[in-house]
Nanobody, 124 residues
Framework: QVHLAESGGGSVQAGGSLRLACITSGLMHTYYRMAWFRQVPGKEREGVASISDAGSTLYTNSVKGRFTISADKDQNTLYLQMNNLEPEDTAMYYC??????????????????WGQGNQVTVSS
């Protein structure tokens, strides 16, 4: 397990932007996969974007061209830049990680460390 702490959520109008940050406890100095997931009440957790220590990335189709995942290894911080937000993006967003893995993934079963969540609300 690794400690993860998210920040940067909030409420915006459609078309606005937010940047989420996830501060990690040093896992970016080893092999890892990390990802952003989101969840709304009554729905399963959805993989949004993922990145490996080698820099490979995955995105769910609904956010391609709008969201960008990146990692600052020196600062041990994962980011999710969210542009042109839509009401359908409203959810609780979670940072996830699994050390000693080498491939990005959008499957929740491929992660064993989770942040507490950060709410994003987009109004029309």
């Amino acid at each position: 397990q690794v400690h993860l702490a998210e920040s940067g959520g909030g409420s915006v109008q459609a078309g606005g932007s937010l940047r989420l940050a996830c501060i990690t406890s040093g896992l970016m100095h080893t092999y890892y996969r990390m990802a952003w997931f989101r969840q709304v009440p009554g729905k399963e957790r959805e993989g949004v974007a993922s990145i490996s220590d080698a820099g490979s990335t995955l995105y769910t189709n609904s956010v391609k061209g709008r969201f960008t995942i990146s990692a600052d290894k020196d600062q041990n911080t994962l980011y999710l830049q969210m542009n042109n937000l839509e009401p359908e993006d409203t959810a609780m967003y979670y940072c996830a990680a699994h050390i000693m893995r080498t491939l990005a993934s959008l499957s929740s079963s491929d992660f064993d460390s989770w942040g507490q969540g950060n709410q994003v609300t987009v109004s029309s």
